[in-house]
């Protein structure tokens, strides 16, 4: 089991994927390792709107709840060192993107669709999958949105099985990213110098 880093966190670490994923459990553990504070965007979300994530979507609609993640993700972004759990959704937004590209390291929690599929089925409170089959709306949603989560900086395997497991795997990766990050030339050095 990994139980820290070799070398410290520099950035936020941002946990994102679909429903499903892992994120807020994996994101938990992964900050109590590390000794740093978790936060989940959604129920910042919720305390920034004052009700639900679901009332959200019913009331004002998903542009309102998508203005309303960028706003509260943004601000997060600035908070100190952390790890961060958004929603499946956030990523997708470019100008969210753009501040957890500037401002942090992202992790892409990957599953596959029966896992998601039995994760998601445990709870009713997701907006996107209503109105229809749950597996087959997951399925739409991968197809959407794996191509955009595929531009994290890190790509980690959420599987069936103990979380731990995928614990372990996130701080191999950030460790692993960061050692070649440090090993790396500085690339405004001029040629043949390094740092």
């Not at 390792?33 to 679901?54: K, M, N, S, Y």
Request: net charge negative; hydrophobic share 45%; charged share 25%.
């Amino acid at each position: 089991m990994i139980t820290t880093l070799h070398r410290p966190l520099p950035r936020t670490l941002v946990l994102v994927g679909l429903m499903g994923a892992g994120k807020t459990a994996v994101g938990k553990r992964v900050a109590a390792r590390l000794g740093l504070g978790f936060v989940d965007a959604d129920q910042e979300i919720e305390t920034a709107a004052g009700c639900t994530i679901p009332d959200i979507f019913a009331r004002y609609g998903e542009p309102a709840f998508r203005d309303l993640e960028r706003r509260v993700i943004a601000r997060l972004m600035r908070d100190p060192v952390q790890v961060l759990s958004t929603g499946g959704g956030a990523f997708m937004d470019a100008q969210t993107r753009a501040v957890i590209g500037e401002l942090g390291l992202s992790v892409w929690l990957k599953a596959e669709l029966a896992v998601l599929a039995a994760r998601t089925a445990k709870r009713s409170n997701r907006p996107l999958l209503r109105g229809g089959d749950p597996k087959t709306l997951l399925a739409e949603l991968m197809e959407r949105r794996h191509p955009i989560y595929a531009l994290a900086d890190l790509t980690v395997e959420s599987r069936d099985g103990p979380v731990e497991e995928t614990v372990d795997r996130v701080l191999a990766a950030v460790d692993a990213h960061l050692a070649a990050n440090e090993a790396a030339p500085d690339e405004t050095a001029p040629a043949g110098q390094t740092d």
